[in-house]
């Protein structure tokens, strides 16, 4: 149960944030760039281009770079497991964004007010063979092949998007759980274990979104941060805002 105290103390840092993104002009950008998933602020308005790896897709042509970005989503408001993999140098950038947990933060500065959301992060080099594993098992996947067009993907629910620039040509797909296409996925397995973040992985279960609570009279719940997004052609498509 959170105190008074708590909670009056939660409230007083999400007023700061208000008047951060007040200030930020830009913020009503809607393309992601680089360092968004850094900034909880940026990071609400850019979530779905970022998923879609807007940062890197229109670049992507001949002679760029190699890169891939797999997100794990495992209820939003739970655990979103973020992998950008970056080819030079062979990288793995690893981000984990779970429920919060403000116990030891200190909000004495105005960069402070955002750490408990920035989820927490680190980098390893990739092995020549860690790297190749990596972009084999997406090619199994069907990553560079024809999208998994159709697939629905719930925030209060398990998924994996995949977001790609592999030699010079822009990739999207993405897997909900359960399904048979999900049971055949190696990236996942491999990926867990260059994953060095001390937060257990949530593993799959099953949950009722909004778009199931419709189809009853039953209309209890309120959404709580949920959305529901759909593969497309080139990306996403019928996703709708977190808020």
Request: hydrophobic share 40%.
């Given at each position: 149960?959170?105190?008074?105290s708590?909670?009056?103390?939660?409230?007083?840092?999400?007023?700061?944030?208000?008047?951060?993104?007040?200030?930020?002009?830009?913020?009503?950008?809607?393309?992601?760039?680089?360092?968004?998933v850094?900034?909880?602020?940026?990071?609400?308005?850019?979530?779905?281009?970022?998923?879609?790896?807007?940062?890197?897709?229109?670049?992507?042509?001949?002679?760029?770079?190699?890169?891939?970005?797999?997100?794990?989503?495992?209820?939003h408001?739970?655990?979103?497991?973020?992998?950008?993999?970056?080819?030079?140098?062979?990288?793995?950038?690893?981000?984990?964004?779970?429920?919060?947990?403000?116990?030891?933060?200190?909000?004495?500065?105005?960069?402070?007010?955002?750490?408990?959301?920035?989820?927490?992060?680190?980098?390893i080099?990739?092995?020549?063979?860690?790297?190749?594993?990596?972009?084999?098992?997406?090619?199994?996947?069907?990553?560079?092949?024809?999208?998994?067009?159709?697939?629905?993907l719930?925030?209060?629910?398990?998924?994996?998007?995949?977001?790609?620039?592999?030699?010079?040509?822009?990739?999207?797909?993405?897997?909900?759980?359960?399904?048979?296409?999900?049971?055949?996925?190696?990236?996942s397995?491999?990926?867990?274990?260059?994953?060095?973040?001390?937060?257990?992985?949530?593993?799959?279960?099953?949950?009722?979104?909004?778009?199931?609570?419709?189809?009853?009279?039953?209309?209890?719940?309120?959404?709580?941060?949920?959305?529901?997004?759909?593969?497309?052609?080139?990306?996403?498509?019928?996703?709708?805002?977190?808020?």
């Amino acid at each position: 149960m959170i105190s008074k105290s708590s909670n009056t103390k939660i409230k007083s840092v999400w007023l700061k944030i208000v008047s951060l993104i007040c200030v930020g002009g830009a913020l009503a950008a809607c393309t992601a760039t680089k360092g968004s998933v850094s900034n909880p602020i940026l990071r609400k308005f850019q979530w779905f281009s970022y998923i879609e790896g807007g940062d890197f897709r229109d670049t992507c042509g001949a002679g760029a770079t190699d890169q891939y970005r797999l997100i794990y989503n495992a209820i939003h408001t739970e655990q979103v497991r973020i992998y950008n993999i970056s080819t030079a140098p062979s990288t793995l950038h690893t981000r984990v964004i779970s429920r919060l947990d403000l116990r030891g933060f200190k909000f004495n500065t105005l960069a402070g007010l955002l750490d408990p959301w920035r989820g927490q992060t680190i980098d390893i080099k990739l092995s020549t063979s860690e790297l190749t594993g990596l972009v084999q098992d997406l090619e199994d996947a069907g990553v560079f092949a024809k999208p998994n067009v159709g697939e629905e993907l719930s925030s209060k629910g398990f998924f994996w998007t995949i977001a790609a620039c592999h030699e010079g040509q822009y990739h999207f797909t993405g897997f909900a759980w359960p399904s048979e296409a999900w049971a055949k996925l190696n990236f996942s397995d491999r990926l867990f274990r260059l994953d060095l973040i001390d937060v257990p992985i949530n593993l799959p279960r099953k949950t009722v979104t909004m778009r199931q609570l419709s189809k009853t009279k039953f209309s209890g719940l309120t959404p709580d941060q949920e959305y529901h997004l759909k593969v497309g052609e080139n990306g996403l498509v019928g996703f709708r805002s977190l808020f």
